[in-house]
């Protein structure tokens, strides 16, 4: 190409965008961004390539149970669009993906994206455009506590802190002399897990005899779990997601350490007992503790529950050849069945500030996929939708209550 | 002194896993001088062949003979049509190819299987063995006496088979082997196809420990890369002496070394690919040599 | 050409006037990467050294960004040459290193690096941040300037100049004395040796530069998006780089800018298709490109330039010394 040529190809470029920019005329904007008479838009990321893909089914989740209520006539006629993208588990890029949605495909908000990195990247610039950020699927205690800077932000599972606290109440009421091995994942997970353990012990932090953290490119947890064990620890905390908590859970067996497990609920469902039961037999499962708030669809409990019910038809129907026993899905349905609440409890007028407002007046009794009994809930002063959860002990083949639900902290 | 034996035990069982990638490397650099950096991704596929035949029915060690001959075949075939362009070019070329080969590879692996992870039928029962105070799996065992008797056939293949030494020469002369009336570049292709075997075997190993899912061996390939470099590039004993000693040595340092500790392990395996690359790039077993220029 | 360059000139000028403030934002990351990836055109393609952890020279100067402006307030004039000084240093250390480590084990070295950097990063939590990160405070634009230009139309012109600086020192530090060194030294070092090229100064330089040109990029990256964690600065992140250079043009200043687009707009657009798409497409282009068109896109584009050119103009002109070079290469 001749340099002449190129020139007048780049100035007749410059000249048409100018063009362009002339003739675009910004869009009247009396309508709420999002929301037409039959449609919301939303949008948010999940990581559905990458290291922390196996998080993409809570994304199919929700997608799945938005598809089953348009299917149903939608949200006051409205049905929704989720605009759920993919972030590799890579902040700057989910940040461009957000505004991309924020202000090319004007979504209404931003539902459930997954992970503490990506959403503390997104608060900022989804709270300064005043686009709600609903339910964020992770567990850090900040969506809940720092309201004040940033209320446009909302989270929905219980926080890793509250759970440790949970334990921490259980150990010192029952086992007040327990020599305390953990294991946790080093990253902010795992970390929060942690510290909720040493703030719920107080003063008895020092129970916690030894500590060790695992990478997750870590091949195995068998030296961890050896050294943890060698402390002298009669009690071994597991904060770890479910591939390694499968492996320290065998690896205890393995090593015939008698001692009290507890296992964190994100690894506690039935596909993690049974494998490690497998590998390490009945010893490796039985008797461990853990607490739950959603309903296990592999739990004999629920055989006739109308929750799972639910949930089974939904899976079978939208996301056909999806596994029923991945509780990451029922996770997405329940984070989707808050928003649609929240939705409805906004009205047929929708506006961000209303969703909002729904966001922190919740109270929900009848959400299906969360144990019976546990209420989503939420006030201006309180923006933590679940806090309760039941202590459960592992039977060597299911989970069996102890004791009622329980509230962390307030 | 129990925790001692206990954690070189430990560390064994997962140095076994490094060591049988690492042999795999070997294989391949001793054929044609470089490192195939999607070694690991393709014994992830060949697994995810071998969980899906086992799917559809197959018995699990039937699963592994089909798979292990489809591994062969493929990777031959990946040769003939991929690496054969770049044959002779610039290491870079062929380090780029290989790096081209690791991503897609991946990326097939996730769009046709998922990232949900998958169990994986172990081939040896998990029943736990105790010696004393030290104690162990029946598959730990099972994993180390797979990766030495890899070893032993690959010793016996090259050392006193007529093949072995067409493969040896063709490495070593490649056109005096030419001359010999060797075909070199086929030899070249059978190099991938029995390392893509090695690997496969060694997937089939690793994915009961690790779980089977697209990136299963992303976290152990940097290690066996560290494994084969301590042992010596091109030494498949180096290999596995390298790999289990790695494991022994991250374990301890572990368990006793509080600044390093269990969060510092990938920083180590670069500090000895580095270390040793520079002191002694022939590695533990390798023969120093000239170098070339 | 000067005429070229100007047009390019208005044209990158005008862009953030007309497209959405997310594009500018985009293109943002695109000079970005476009800066980091010219780094390892400096390295791979001029001095013949390979790099699979450039991602580590971007955390630094991240890092050294977030930890400036966060910590100590220090605004980003200061801070990003202050992380370009940081990176090349530790890359001149690199590449002492690298010397002593020719071809496939340069690339399994810095690929241990790459994995090496998120567990030295949440490691060395009084600094870093730990696993949690660093949060910026978000950019703006400076105080007289807000009533203007919106912050992503700022720092979009502040990364496209920067760019603009960093190409210009590249070309003109290349087309010298300095570029000569570096390709003879690539071509045949013994030659090179034996007319008096010092291969310890100039290979260390190019690792010490390219290294540099990450860490503006990682500042700028972590800067526009007020954050700066270990995920940030994955395996991934490293292999991205190589592979936009590979296929954007080893040997070509062109090919880093189509290098940068294509990193940055990849992955958004192949997730249409399927997430994993992204991962299949970066693998079977990397291979396609290097067997079939070792130039890169920006290789294709003359090669397609010069047949237009041919048609338009039976009498064909000499090539200009540029386009020889880059055939040459090419």
Known sequence: MSIRRFTIIALTAILALAAGAVLTVPAASQAVTGVTATEIVIGGTHPYSGPASAYSSIGKGAQAYFAYVNDKGGVAGRKITYKDLDDAYNPPQSLQLVKQLVEQDKVFAIFNSLGTPVNTVLRPYLNEKQVPQLFVATGATTWGRDASKFPWTIG????????????????????????????????????????????????????????????????????????????????????????????????????????????????????????????????????????????????????????????????????????????????????????????????????????MQAAIHLHETDNPFVIPGVIVQTSPDDRFPIRQEQLAQYDGTRWGLIGSLMTARR | MQELAQQVVSGLATGSIFASMALALVLIYRSMNVINFAQGEMAMLSTFVAWELNQRGLPIWAAFALTIVIAFVGAVALERIVIRPVEGAAPLTIVIVTLGLFTAFNGIAGWIWGYVLKTFPSPFPTTPVRVGDVAFSLQDIGIIVVSLGTLLAIYLLFQKTKLGLALRA???????????????????????????????????????????????????????????????????????????????????????????????????????????????????????????? | ??????????????????????????????????????????????????????????????????????????????????????????????????????????????????????????????????????????????????????????????????????????????????????????????????????????????????????????????????????????????????IGVVIGGLHSFLGAILGGIVVEFLPLWAQKINPAVESVVYGVALILVVIFAPGGLAGGLSRLARALRIQATPRSRPASTIEAISEKSA
């Open chain 2, 170 to 293: 063709s490495a070593l002369y490649p056109e005096q082997s030419r001359l010999a009336g060797i075909r070199v570049s086929w030899m070249l292709a059978l190099g991938w196809g029995l390392a893509s075997v090695v690997g496969a075997i060694s997937g089939f190993m690793v994915a009961p420990v690790v779980f089977l899912e697209p990136n299963m061996m992303q976290g152990i390939i940097v290690y066996a890369f560290a494994a084969a470099v301590l042992g010596g590039i091109e030494s498949p004993v180096g290999a596995v002496v390298g790999g289990l000693s790695l494991g022994v040595v991250l374990a301890l340092l572990g368990a006793y070394v509080d600044f390093i500790g269990t969060d510092l392990r990938l920083p180590v395996a670069f500090a000895i690919i580095v270390i040793v690359l520079m002191v002694r790039p022939a590695g533990l077993f390798g023969r120093q040599k000239a170098v070339r220029v």
């Open chain 3, 1 to 242: 050409m000067r005429l070229a360059l100007v047009a390019c000139g208005l044209l990158v000028a005008l862009l953030p006037w007309v497209i959405p403030p997310f594009v500018t934002f985009q293109l943002t990351y695109v000079a970005a990467y476009a800066i980091a990836i010219l780094g390892l055109v400096i390295l791979i393609g001029y001095s013949g050294q390979i790099s699979l952890g450039h991602g580590a020279f971007m955390a630094i100067g991240g890092y050294t960004a977030a930890i400036l402006l966060a910590g100590a307030g220090i605004g980003y004039w200061v801070s990003i040459p202050l992380a370009a000084l940081l990176a090349g240093i530790v890359g001149i250390g690199l590449g002492f290193v690298a010397l002593r480590l020719a071809g496939v084990y340069l690339a399994l070295a810095t690929l241990a690096l790459a994995a090496s950097v998120p567990p030295l990063l949440k490691r060395f939590k009084a600094l870093t941040g730990g696993v949690q990160g660093l949060s910026l405070p978000s950019p703006h634009a400076p105080g007289p300037l807000q009533p203007f230009v919106s912050s992503e139309t700022w720092f979009y012109y502040l990364t496209w100049a920067l760019a603009a600086v960093a190409f210009a020192l590249a070309w003109f530090v290349l087309r010298g004395r300095v570029g000569r060194s570096l390709r003879a030294l690539r071509d045949s070092e013994i030659a090179a040796v034996a007319f008096g090229v010092n291969p310890v100064f100039y290979k260390t330089l190019a690792f010490g530069w390219s290294a540099a040109y990450a860490g503006i990029a990682g500042a700028i990256i972590a800067i526009v998006t007020a954050y700066a964690s270990p995920d940030v600065y994955s395996v991934a992140l490293s292999l991205e780089l190589l």
């Open chain 1, 156 to 355: 929905w599972q219980p926080d890793y802190e509250a759970e440790s606290l949970i334990y921490a109440k259980n150990v010192l009421a029952h086992e007040p002399s327990a020599k305390i091995a953990v294991l946790y994942q080093n990253d902010d997970y795992g970390q929060d897990y942690l510290k909720g353990l040493q703030n719920g012990l107080g003063a008895k932090a020092s129970m916690i005899v030894k500590t060790a953290s695992y990478e997750t490119t870590d091949p195995d947890v068998k030296a961890q779990v050896a050294s943890l064990k060698a402390s002298g620890a009669d009690t071994f905390f597991i904060f770890a997601t479910p591939k390694f908590a499968t492996q320290a859970l065998v690896a205890a067996a393995q090593l015939s350490w008698k001692t009290k497990v507890y296992l964190n609920s994100v690894s506690n469902s039935q596909v993690v007992m049974k494998a490690a039961t497998t590998q390490g037999g009945p010893a490796a499962t039985t008797g461990v503790v853990s607490v739950i708030y959603l309903k296990d669809p592999t739990d004999p409990r629920y055989a006739n529950d109308s929750g799972l019910a639910l949930y089974k038809q939904i899976m079978a129907k939208y996301v056909p050849g999806g596994d029923v026993n991945d509780q990451f899905y029922l996770y997405g349905m329940g984070a989707a069945f808050t928003f649609v609440d929240a939705l409805q409890k906004a009205g047929k007028d929708l506006t961000r500030e209303k969703v």
